[in-house]
């Protein structure tokens, strides 16, 4: 399993997220645009600057928020739809063939995303820490940015209404 850690900014114009691995190290970076129609957030390797993925949230007039992860030459990659209004309960679609879903907590702080039951991935939150931190412990056999890319995009589509 590999274990990452995303620390989101706190006191920042516009969503921002730092991403560690366990020794600490930063491995990506996302950053959220401030003035824009829903949600957009960009996913950044550290190392290259290079755009990995763009996670954007559909404006649509339903009580289920629905977003879209890209890639860095904008191929549409998933659609993440929300199920259910309180905990995280959504499915990531890939394909007409492919998804994966999550399930979360009453509170949302814990999640799995699992394939055809099988998991890829666990998120749980760190209460007591400033700011929103999440540890990830992701199958090794899956992308890590791709994961990281889905949970910033569960937590965007779970606790947006709580950041204001």
């Not at 959504?90 to 890939?94: D, F, S």
């Not at 099988?118 to 749980?124: K, N, T």
């Given at each position: 399993?590999?274990?990452l850690?995303i620390?989101?900014?706190v006191?920042?114009?516009?969503?921002?997220y730092?991403?560690y691995d366990?020794f600490k190290?930063?491995r990506?970076?996302?950053?959220g645009?401030v003035?824009?129609?829903?949600?957009?957030?960009?996913?950044?390797?550290?190392?290259?600057n290079e755009?990995?993925?763009?996670?954007?949230?559909?404006v649509?007039?339903?009580?289920?928020k629905?977003?879209?992860?890209?890639?860095g030459?904008?191929?549409?990659?998933?659609?993440v739809?929300?199920?259910?209004?309180?905990?995280?309960n959504?499915?990531?679609?890939?394909n007409?063939?492919e998804q994966?879903t999550?399930?979360?907590?009453?509170?949302?702080?814990?999640?799995q995303?699992?394939d055809?039951g099988?998991?890829?991935?666990?998120?749980?939150k760190?209460?007591l820490?400033?700011?929103d931190?999440?540890?990830?412990?992701?199958?090794?056999?899956?992308?890590?940015?791709f994961?990281?890319?889905?949970?910033?995009?569960?937590?965007?589509?779970?606790?947006?209404e709580?950041?204001g």
């Open positions: 399993m590999t274990k850690y620390k989101q900014k006191f920042s114009i516009g969503e921002k730092n991403i366990e190290n930063k990506f970076y996302c950053e645009s003035f824009s129609w829903g949600s957009k957030l960009k996913l950044y390797n550290k190392d290259t755009l990995m993925f763009v996670i954007r949230q559909k649509r007039f339903s009580l289920y629905r977003y879209e992860i890209y890639d030459q904008q191929n549409l990659l998933a659609t739809q929300q199920k259910a209004l309180f905990r995280p959504l499915e990531i679609v890939l007409e063939s994966y999550c399930k979360g907590d009453l509170f949302s702080y814990n999640f995303i699992l055809n099988i998991l890829i991935g666990s998120v749980s760190r209460i820490a400033w700011g931190t999440y540890e990830l412990s992701i199958s090794d056999n899956f992308e890590p940015s994961f990281v890319a889905i949970v910033i995009t569960i937590d965007d589509c779970v606790h947006r709580n950041k």
